[in-house]
């Protein structure tokens, strides 16, 4: 399922969201441009045991290393990865920053995605897969989609769906799109699943998201 846009209306312009998206599009332009996408990655991609020992393993990394856990939420390893991530945030992201707060959506945004790279470098830990990096906003974003999850349940999603070799555009409540997307994280984090994918990452940053909200979400008048 590839959401296309939701039927919700913020009602301040969404500055933080934007310029997340525009520093992921910068850095990864970057990695392409400049730094090479294998090297970049590994300079800039979270290696749990980098953060683990303090060492650095690689190429030299343009942080140390503990701070690779925030260089690596704006680093992708392809386009079709950074384009996912970025039609997800500017998707969620507008309705949950309106809710938050321009300042309290960017402390939300980035402790998901600190939660997120701890729940895969626990995994990383746990299998013995140390040097295998990390890279992409998809922690932060899971995050994001657990705000909207609690915040927005009955917003309807047009949904691009696939169906065997017909193409379906169905509106579906936010609650059940999420919901689904979650089970899937879920799933793939259950039975190892990798293919490139850290869904360990994406289950850490979602409950990140859940625990988060309540405690940084105005009180209502």
Do not use: C
């Not at 390893?77 to 309290?104: C, K, Q, T, Y």
């Not at 600190?114 to 746990?126: E, R």
């Not at 379906?168 to 259950?190: D, K, N, T």
């Not at 293919?195 to 909200?213: D, R, S």
């Amino acid at each position: 399922m590839i959401p296309l846009k939701d039927d919700l209306a913020a009602s301040r312009p969404p500055l933080l969201t934007v310029a997340l998206i525009a520093a992921n599009v910068a850095a990864f332009l970057w990695q392409w441009l400049v730094a090479g996408m294998e090297a970049s990655v590994l300079r800039g991609g979270l290696i749990p045991y980098e953060v683990l020992t303090l060492q650095d393993i690689g190429p030299p990394d343009i942080v140390p290393p503990p701070l690779t856990v925030l260089t690596s939420m704006f680093l992708h390893g392809s386009f079709p990865h950074i384009a996912g991530n970025m039609l997800f945030l500017w998707i969620f992201g507008n309705n949950v920053e309106d809710a938050l707060g321009h300042l309290r959506f960017l402390a939300f945004y980035l402790l998901s995605g600190v939660a997120a790279a701890a729940a895969q470098t626990a995994v990383g830990l746990a299998s013995g897969e140390l040097q295998i990096p990390m890279v992409g906003a998809s922690g932060a974003i899971s995050g994001v989609l657990a705000g909207y999850f609690l915040m927005f349940p009955r917003a309807r999603i047009l949904t691009l769906v696939p169906i065997f070799i017909f193409i379906r555009l169905i509106y579906i409540p936010a609650a059940i799109f999420i919901g689904i997307w979650f089970l899937l994280q879920l799933l793939g984090a259950a039975l190892g699943v990798t293919g490139g994918v850290a869904f360990m990452a994406h289950v850490g940053g979602f409950v990140a998201g859940l625990i988060l909200v309540p405690l940084l979400r105005p009180a209502r008048r």
